[in-house]
């Protein structure tokens, strides 16, 4: 992009059905704490700080459209495989890509889509 200012992504959120229990599920799966649980009295929204980015579930009614995708980049995905729930909801197992990653996607229970994606050395 010559002489523009490339975005850069600092924010994603799911939009989930039941705020409390998205929280516990995304707090087994990724090991971090919830943040940012706003408005205090009654929490409709949180994140988690994953690196330079956050990634934030919303409560809303009515909700919008779920069904968004996605990808984190981890160091180790065998271990990140390995750490999933005996019922987690599997899209695409384990695997070696053809373009040179290792990769799975399980679904979320609000149908999002979650790609954990390691670069495999050549």
Request: net charge negative; hydrophobic share 35%; aromatic share 12%.
């Amino acid at each position: 992009m010559s002489g523009r200012d490339a975005p850069r992504l600092t924010h994603v959120r799911a939009n989930v059905r039941h705020l409390p229990s998205a929280i516990t599920w995304y707090e087994d799966l990724l090991g971090v704490q919830a943040q940012g649980h706003w408005p205090p009295d009654a929490p409709t929204y949180a994140h988690f700080t994953l690196g330079p980015t956050q990634f934030a579930l919303g409560r809303y009614d009515p909700a919008p459209a779920v069904g968004a995708r996605f990808n984190f980049e981890v160091d180790d995905v065998d271990a990140w495989w390995a750490r999933r729930s005996p019922d987690t909801d599997v899209l695409e197992p384990l695997q070696n890509t053809p373009y040179g990653t290792r990769k799975f996607t399980i679904k979320d229970p609000d149908g999002n889509e979650l790609g954990f994606v390691q670069a495999r050395p050549d």
